[in-house]
T-cell receptor, first 112, second 114 residues
């Protein structure tokens, strides 16, 4: 079965510093990977996805993610964090019938 | 804005009552999904429609839950005889039918069962 793991419950970073939110995956076949962000009491907003092609995927709001097949990882990155980036981030992999299988989420806290 | 919409945004009900939620997908999207998210967890898949056909249901979807998409447009999710364990955020998403299309989520309906 497809699954993702987000090993960190929370990531703390100072504004202006680079940030990384980690995700590892387990799939049979080609992985289709996604990152979403969730603000309090809101639905999920799509950030980016990896289907095929370049290992570095660029997405919304300056976020990017690096796909690493040998390490089965899909870490989310941003060169310079903003306080407004503070939110809950979810990694997901496509399972059967197009459904998404989500990780448990990582809370990002960016301090001024 | 032509994003996914859900109604109501919040619902408080007493145990044993029935509740129904509505989801309106992005207009050109053929696929529609329901997920449930409990506090501190990621969303969990419940069911999936392609046009009006319900193609998959999770084991999470007990016989008290039913979902419909009668004309291939909006969808409803009904929970009968609600239990306190049904308290959660119910999320709807939609996507195009081709390839690995992105799922776009609505704002969710937060259900509290007292």
């Amino acid at each position: 079965a497809q699954s993702v793991a987000q090993p960190e419950d929370q990531v703390n970073v100072a504004e202006g510093n680079p940030l990384t939110v980690k995700c590892t995956y387990s799939v049979s076949g080609n992985p289709y990977l996604f990152w979403y962000v969730q603000y309090p009491n809101r639905g999920l907003q799509f950030l980016l996805k990896y289907i095929t092609g370049d290992n570095l995927v660029k997405g919304s709001y300056g976020f990017e993610a690096e796909f690493n097949k040998s390490q089965t990882s899909f870490h989310l990155k941003k060169p310079s964090a903003l306080v407004s980036d503070s939110a809950l981030y979810f990694c997901a992999v496509r399972g059967g019938f197009q459904k998404l299988v989500f990780g448990t989420g990582t809370r990002l806290l960016v301090s001024p | 804005d032509t994003g996914v919409s859900q109604d109501p945004r919040h619902k408080i009900t007493k145990r044993g009552q029935n509740v129904t939620f509505r989801c309106d997908p992005i207009s050109e999207h053929n696929r529609l999904y329901w997920y449930r998210q409990t506090l501190g967890q990621g969303p969990e898949f419940l069911t999936y429609f392609q046009n009006e056909a319900q193609l998959e249901k999770s084991r999470l979807l007990s016989d008290r839950f039913s979902a419909e998409r009668p004309k291939g447009s909006f969808s409803t999710l009904e929970i009968q005889r609600t239990e306190q364990g049904d308290s959660a955020m119910y999320l709807c998403a939609s996507s195009m039918i081709f390839g690995q299309e992105t799922q776009y989520f609505g704002p969710g309906t937060r259900l509290l069962v007292l």
